[in-house]
């Protein structure tokens, strides 16, 4: 399985009384394949996060198509796109994304919960140990530091088993230790479970856990090269 | 996927919230449900009232106060007694259209050991009456025999027990069914029970003799027209044939009273329209302000795959549930006041009151209640739609 | 600690409503001549229990340790208050009469949910023990 973006780009209008609009993405095409970890580096605004929404099937293009194998996502209507999204892709957003309304557990199996899928707590529980946030199953997010809210939405995406992860500075938040056991565990699904990992980020620590770097600037893809 | 769990989680955890829609859709099930109990319990006393005059005409003497003091002894059982002399029954018969007449006497107690006030005791002639007797019958097997009582339902005395009228022993035989009238707190006797208590009225002070000094005397004289007769020619060839009495047509006093019915009901409605239309925009508004609050879960919802329909769905569900919350909560708080303080509340409308059936009140209730959450669910609609076509790239990024 | 006393806080106030009121807008009957009849007397049991319902959430607001006991003493109270009007005191035997249209039901009402904040309050103060406990 792949995800194919082909010659997709995004234009916002900066005034929507003119036609004074400029590229967040500029047209480029990229290919996702599993068992690879990609790592997108670029400075503040260059794209990065709306090329993550792109390939995410979060936001539509201005122009080209996302492919999943032969399916063009943006075809799809609301239901089939989202319950797709919810099998096959998982996202770890920048921003705080857990629900404050359900507790530290509830959040991490949302996402079967919505599909009615069966709940793997004891998986869950392993990973909770791994990033040390075990004791806080029962909290409510409100109890929780940034840091631990930003491993809730990491296992959260883990534990959905997607074949495409995404996560968008997924170590912001981290201190050294836990950013290693984050950048490992990203690493381990990529390479034991097959799965197509997208990293964005600023770490420069990063880079060796890539197999391959990929860098944005205004818009533009390129290869990076050190 | 089953949305009534997370619906029920995100009320139960933000209590703050929940109870002020809760409270919002409450006041809009009080308001229907209280104003439509009242507004019934009005219609039903009417009716009620208009069954139990029974005659056509009354006859009463000219010199009973007024014609609204006679009426509020039907609507308020407020006291009143007043006399002429019992051949105005036969004189009244002469006159043509009258199919039948029946006396009733009306004594004014000092007070019964009942009650700290004077009750209204009202003689009948057992054989004879059309309007209190059918009314007695439903409740008193038998006869009403010489010093036996029939209570109204608001006197509290129980069957068997004896109570004390001028120092005159009476024997409660029976109480009588709700009118929702000035007759339920009146006590009922035959008219040699009426003539001792007339005779120890007397020996107290209380003087029944009108101006000719005879014993023989009566309060009021109900009419019975007959049929395709007109009742108001019968009306004007009874006030011409006999002197110093005054004839009320009972229409009249219903009319009186319906028009009074008909402005509270037109009040109630009004007063309902207003609260419905001040909490609907209230409701509207909260549910917009919500939109801005939420935005952000609803766009984790959409980032883990909910699509928009399951949002709606668990959006509109959530209000459904508040509406539905606060209408048995509005119909509950309603229901207890109105039938804590009805008594309160008849006294104070002045006006026949009588609470409708169970089985209507429980189908007001439901109606309430149904009519509550589906409000509430409409005006959560547009806010509904709004959240589940929030953008999760939009609405989750740094500092949003 | 805050929640054990807000329920305190109710209680003070529903029996202040029940104390000026058995005296004034929620009383019994007037009569012209100038007698009590036993709704009076039900009038006056309510005033007195309205001030030791009063001394009660006074108790419970300025002492924890008796915090408890109080609620369970201020439940006792209500229950006895909910009964006086027409079951231990007899009143008027007219429904419409004051005493029996609005201090009746008025009373048993302020008193059920006195009863209930008491028993909301009982309810908190044994929860926070066992969690202390804990």
């Given at each position: 399985m792949k995800l194919i973006a082909d010659n997709i780009s995004k234009t916002f209008f900066r005034d929507t009384a003119s036609s004074n609009y400029f590229y967040a993405v500029s047209p480029l095409s990229l290919e996702l394949s599993p068992g690879t970890v990609t790592v997108l580096m670029g400075r503040s605004g260059s794209g990065k996060t709306t090329l993550l929404n792109l390939l995410s099937g979060l936001l539509e293009p201005t122009e080209g198509k996302v492919f999943l194998d032969d399916t063009d996502l943006y075809s799809l209507n609301d239901g089939e796109l989202s319950r797709l999204r919810n099998e096959k892709i998982g996202v770890i957003p920048q921003a705080r994304s857990v629900v404050d309304t359900l507790t530290v557990m509830e959040n991490i199996l949302l996402p079967a919960a919505l599909y009615g899928k069966p709940e793997a707590a004891e998986e869950v529980r392993q990973w909770m140990d791994t990033f040390e946030i075990a004791h806080l199953a029962g909290a409510m997010p409100r109890e929780l530091s940034g840091g631990e809210l930003r491993r809730v939405a990491i296992i959260r995406a883990i534990v959905q088993h997607p074949v495409f992860l995404f996560a968008d500075e997924p170590t912001g938040d981290l201190d050294d230790e836990n950013t290693e056991k984050v950048l490992s565990a990203l690493r381990a699904c990529a390479h034991e479970q097959h799965m197509a990992v997208l990293i964005v980020t600023h770490e420069n620590d990063a880079v060796k856990y890539a197999d391959r770097l990929l860098k944005m600037e205004k818009g533009q893809l390129s290869p990076k090269t050190n | 996927m089953k949305m009534l769990p997370l619906s029920v989680k995100n009320l139960t955890r933000k209590p703050g919230r929940t109870a002020a829609l809760t409270l919002l859709t409450a006041f809009l099930a009080l308001s229907v449900f209280g104003g439509s109990v009242v507004v019934l319990s009005l219609r039903a006393g009417l009716q009620s009232l208009e069954a139990r005059l029974g005659a056509d005409i009354i006859l009463v003497p000219s010199e009973a106060q007024s014609k609204v003091s006679f009426q509020n002894m039907f609507l308020q059982g407020t006291t009143g007694a007043f006399y002429m002399d019992s051949s105005v029954q036969e004189k009244a018969m002469e006159v043509p259209g009258v199919e039948k007449v029946a006396p009733q006497t009306f004594l004014a107690s000092l007070k019964a050991d009942c009650c700290s006030i004077k009750i209204q005791v009202i003689g009948i002639d057992p054989a004879r009456d059309f309007t209190v007797q059918p009314w007695i019958a439903r409740s008193l097997t038998g006869e009403l025999g010489d010093m036996d009582v029939a209570v109204g339902c608001k006197v509290e005395a129980e069957i068997g027990e004896i109570i004390r009228i001028y120092e005159q022993r009476c024997k409660v035989v029976a109480r009588l069914e709700a009118t929702?009238?000035?007759?339920?707190?009146a006590v009922y006797c035959n008219m040699n029970t009426m003539n001792t208590l007339l005779a120890a009225a007397e020996a107290k002070g209380i003087s029944h003799k009108i101006a000719s000094g005879d014993d023989s005397v009566i309060s009021a004289v109900y009419v019975k027209v007959k049929d395709g007769v007109d009742i108001d020619r019968v009306n004007s060839a009874l006030t011409g044939h006999l002197r110093k009495v005054t004839a009320v047509r009972t229409r009249s006093m219903i009319t009186g009273v319906s028009d009074s019915l008909a402005g509270i009901s037109r009040t109630v409605t009004v007063m309902i329209v207003v609260i419905w239309v001040l909490a609907l925009i209230i409701l509207l508004l909260v549910y917009l302000m919500i939109v801005r609050e939420r935005a952000r879960e609803f766009a984790v919802l959409r980032l883990v795959g909910a699509s928009r329909s399951m949002l709606s769905r668990m959006a509109l569900l959530e209000s459904a549930l508040c509406g539905l919350t606060g209408g048995i909560a509005g119909v509950a708080l309603a229901a207890i006041g109105i039938f804590s303080f009805s008594a309160l509340i008849e006294s104070s409308l002045g006006l026949p009151y009588l609470t409708p059936a169970f089985s209507t009140m429980l189908a007001l209730a439901a109606g309430a209640v149904l009519l509550s959450a589906a409000v509430s669910a409409l005006a959560s609609a547009f806010a509904a739609r709004r959240l589940s076509r929030v953008n999760p790239g939009t609405a989750l990024r740094e500092g949003n | 600690m805050r929640k054990t006393i807000v329920p305190g806080g109710v209680m003070l106030l529903l029996s202040l409503v029940i104390s000026i009121g058995s005296v004034t807008f929620l009383g019994p009957c007037v009569h012209d001549d100038g007698s009590v009849g036993a709704c009076w007397w039900a009038g006056r049991a309510l005033l007195g229990l309205g001030c030791l319902l009063a001394v009660i959430s006074a108790l419970v607001l300025l002492s924890p340790r008796a915090r408890f006991g109080a609620y369970l003493s201020g439940l006792a109270v209500c229950a006895l208050g909910a009964l006086t009007p027409g079951t231990l005191i007899a009143l008027c035997r007219m429904s419409s009469m004051r005493c029996r249209a609005v201090m009746q039901p008025a009373m048993i009402l302020l008193f059920a949910a006195a009863g209930l904040t008491s028993l909301t309050g009982a309810l908190l103060c044994a929860k926070e023990e066992r969690k202390g406990k804990e």
């Open positions: - | 929702g009238t000035g007759l339920d707190t | -």
